[in-house]
């Protein structure tokens, strides 16, 4: 998948590594090559590590012996390779990048990384799934994790966030509940990565707080097209404090400059065995391309004062904060631009506390943040061990000096008569105010000693409307589909009999529909009513780049002998100067040659995949080039023809040229698509056609727009919007895929 990595690309790496985390961690970075040669951890050279030491007797092969401590060291490191996985979120993906600060955040916050815009923070990302064990597949229907560490000069700050803005439960307490009915049923481990099974709905409907965040979960965000494309929440309440002492609460978010863009659910399903790797491997090949990720930070702020004047209690996770209501400020940019050398020493043993913060940040009382804080620390320990925060990922940038000492593996030496403070010799004093030490805020606490939240807690079931009041046409039909898929998953009818009725708090129409396909009683009347009302930033149809862009998208460029080359050549070049990612799919992976190719002249064209080998699913758009005996093979090809019906399907822009106009027509067999006859380019349902292919038609200049008349531009125009939802709103297709 990974194409040979341009020069440029390389100059990149070297300036992202020349950052204070990455000259860090280049000091521990170990470097095999032909020069170097094989020594036991103890650094003895060895001759041979293929073979146990053994008596052999007349060439016959003898015992092996104990003796041999290389063999025993081989099999004991080997042994013992495994740590625990992540308790939940164990399947991820990490990259390193940047965070600048583009307006300085002092009115709100001293923090240096909120204040300081000429400063570059490195940073280490890991994004991940849920409820799936550490091998599990990456496209399925799931929360997706957003963890950001943040190597600040005062210390480590980590937002460990979500890409959905609330949570299922509103107290820390009931985690281990939520994750229990989530995970796998303990008495057949079965269901493996997957909401759909009765335990979950069940805890669904027992916990009727968890119905606004369920909703995300039904929705698209939930099946993500890329980790590139999707947004990061802090979700929990967090505070900043400013120089003056003043205290806000805060939200923090991360909006990806791509748009957020999502699988359609067939296409996720078919990914999961197809490529298990999918959205890992995206990341990589688009840091690897230079397409570096990049998100917009943004901060929701609410002064100390006005905690009390919303409909909500702002310390609830499983609200949002309207738009409408407390407006987004964006202050900074985060990018992503350095794969991680060694997956385990980087991506598995990074380690999140929401409880690191740095001056300038503070807690709240989210009663959800304040367990996070205990679970995460108490987590490494048990991954780790106790000295997790040696380990090379996790360093902070800056010094670390305290009197913690000792613990199993602990790396660090300290020199010194001292390791308690107070001290006679006043060696290493905790700082003050004005040396950057952490004050922490003075908060006035009164109250009654008690296991139970605000009123406001108990309302579940606005935002939940909320939420489905704002979304799209298409991403309603979409959670309708979610939900009827889950609960036929369900077999207990007292699980999915129960949820429909709950649903019917939501939306009546949503419920009946559920309750038809899944086969519950259908509600008839609402259980609360609905108050109406939307909110700006929910539906994720909201989010699409400012300036249209086909960057870094992957299309397939479908080939057999005797294809057009003026056509493909065009395309794929004009592909590439858009920044997309085109990639040659024959018939073969050996040689194909284009119509009127002198085969002892010339090498063809190596596609970078075959049909069989790479399926459609792989791509966000298809290109066809004419040739007449192309497309003869190619009619007669089952997977071809699938491939362009699945294609359609699952909503992607189709292209074609010349003959394969006749193609398409073969392989998705609708009227109402309307296909070119002539000279003049015809956009259909994001069925893009030219019959009559000239090389001027198709070469030059051109300009991602709405409405454009060229056909080149009219294809990467449907590649910007994503997918054609008309094709959706429509049923056109149901009708072929
Ligand atoms: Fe986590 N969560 N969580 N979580 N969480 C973990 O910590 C926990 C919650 C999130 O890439 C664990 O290091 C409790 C909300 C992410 O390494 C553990 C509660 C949000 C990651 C833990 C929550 C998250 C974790 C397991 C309820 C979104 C992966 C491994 C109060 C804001 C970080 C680990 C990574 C991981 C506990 C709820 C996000 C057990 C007790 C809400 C992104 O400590």
Redo the contacts with the bound molecule.
């Keep these: 998948m990974a194409q040979a990595i341009p020069e440029s690309i390389k100059q990149a790496y070297a300036m992202a590594t020349n950052d204070a985390k990455g000259s860090q961690l280049n000091a521990d970075v170990v470097r095999p090559s032909t020069k170097t040669r094989i020594t036991t951890d103890f650094g003895t050279k060895q001759s041979n590590t293929d073979d146990w030491l053994r008596v052999n007797n007349d060439s016959q092969t003898g015992p092996m012996l104990l003796e041999d401590g290389f063999a025993r060291e081989k099999i004991h490191r080997f042994d013992h390779e495994r740590i625990p996985e992540?308790?939940?979120?164990a399947r991820?993906a990490?990259a390193f990048g940047t965070f600048r600060l583009f307006e300085s955040a002092q009115d709100v916050s001293h923090a240096g990384i909120l204040t300081d815009t000429s400063r570059e923070t490195p940073v280490f990302v890991?994004?991940?799934t849920?409820l799936g064990s550490r091998g599990s597949a990456d496209t399925v229907r799931d929360v997706r994790?957003?963890?950001v560490k943040f190597y600040t000069e005062e210390g480590n700050w980590d937002i460990?966030?979500?890409n959905i803005p609330v949570?299922f439960?509103q107290d820390?307490m009931k985690?281990p509940d939520v994750i229990h009915a989530g995970k796998p049923e303990p008495h057949n481990e079965v269901p493996q990565a997957q909401s759909a099974h009765n335990n979950f709905w069940d805890f669904m409907y027992m916990h009727s707080e968890a119905t606004h965040m369920f909703m995300w979960a039904m929705s698209d965000r939930a099946i993500p097209r890329s980790y590139r494309m999707m947004q990061g929440?802090?979700?929990?309440t967090f505070t900043l404090i400013n120089a003056k002492g003043d205290r806000h609460f805060v939200k923090f978010h991360f909006t990806p400059e791509l748009g957020v863009h999502s699988l359609v659910w067939d296409e996720a399903l078919k990914l999961a065995g197809q490529d298990p790797d999918f959205h890992r491997k995206d990341l990589m090949e688009a840091i690897e391309n230079g397409a570096y990720p990049r998100w917009k930070f943004g901060i929701q702020t609410i002064p100390e004062s006005e905690e009390h004047q919303f409909d909500f209690d702002i310390l609830d996770?499983t609200k949002v904060w309207p738009e409408d209501q407390i407006p987004i400020r964006y202050v900074g940019q985060l990018e992503l631009n350095r794969n991680v050398d060694e997956y385990f020493t980087q991506t598995e043993q990074?380690?999140?506390c929401t409880s690191h913060i740095v001056p300038g940040i503070g807690f709240s009382d989210d009663p959800?943040?304040q367990?996070?804080n205990?679970?995460?620390f108490?987590?490494?320990l048990s991954?780790l061990g106790v000295n997790w925060q040696e380990l090379p990922i996790n360093k902070p940038v800056c010094p670390v000096m305290n009197f913690n000492r000792d613990g199993a593996m602990r790396h660090k030496i300290s020199r010194g008569k001292v390791n308690y403070w107070p001290n006679r010799y006043d060696i290493q004093p905790p700082a003050s105010k004005e040396e950057g030490g952490y004050i922490d805020y003075p908060q006035k606490v009164a109250g009654i000693k008690e296991r139970s939240k605000s009123a406001k807690f108990l309302d579940h079931t606005s935002q939940a409307q909320l939420f489905f009041n704002s979304l799209s046409d298409v991403e309603k039909t979409h959670v309708r589909s979610a939900l009827s898929f889950e609960l036929d998953h369900c077999d207990e009818a007292i699980v999915y009999e129960r949820l429909t009725q709950r649903l019917a708090d939501i939306d009546l129409g949503l419920a009946q529909a559920v309750a038809q396909m899944v086969g519950g009683s259908q509600p008839e009347e609402p259980g609360k009513p609905n108050h109406g009302r939307k909110a700006p930033g929910l539906s994720q149809l909201a989010y699409l780049p400012e300036t249209p862009t086909i960057a870094s998208r992957r299309v397939g460029i479908i080939i057999a002998d005797g294809y057009d080359s003026v056509a493909f050549k065009a395309l794929s070049t004009g592909l590439k100067l858009a920044s997309a990612i085109p990639m040659v799919l024959g018939v073969r992976r050996s040689a194909i040659f284009a119509d009127g190719e002198d085969r002892s002249e010339s090498k063809g064209v190596i596609p970078d995949h075959h049909l069989e080998g790479q399926r459609s699913t792989m791509f966000d758009a298809l290109v066809i080039p004419g040739g007449q005996n192309s497309i003869l093979t190619l009619s007669k090809s089952g997977r071809a023809l699938h491939y362009i019906r699945e294609a359609f399907g699952h909503l992607k822009p189709i292209a074609a040229t010349g003959e394969a106009v006749d193609l398409v027509e073969k392989a998705i067999q609708l009227p109402q698509i309307h296909l070119s006859s002539n000279d003049e380019a015809q956009e259909s349902y994001g069925v893009v056609t030219l019959r009559n292919c000239q090389p001027e038609s198709i070469q030059g200049a051109f300009n991602i727009a709405k409405n454009a008349k060229g056909f080149v531009e009219k294809f990467f125009y449907a590649i910007s919007q994503h997918r054609s939802w008309d094709r959706e709103l429509s049923g056109l297709d149901k009708m072929v895929a």
């Design positions: 992540r308790v939940v979120h991820g990490g890991r994004f991940s849920v994790g957003f963890a460990v966030g979500n949570f439960i820390a985690f929440f802090g979700v929990n996770a990074v380690a999140f959800l943040l367990g996070r205990f679970s995460y108490d987590t490494q991954r």
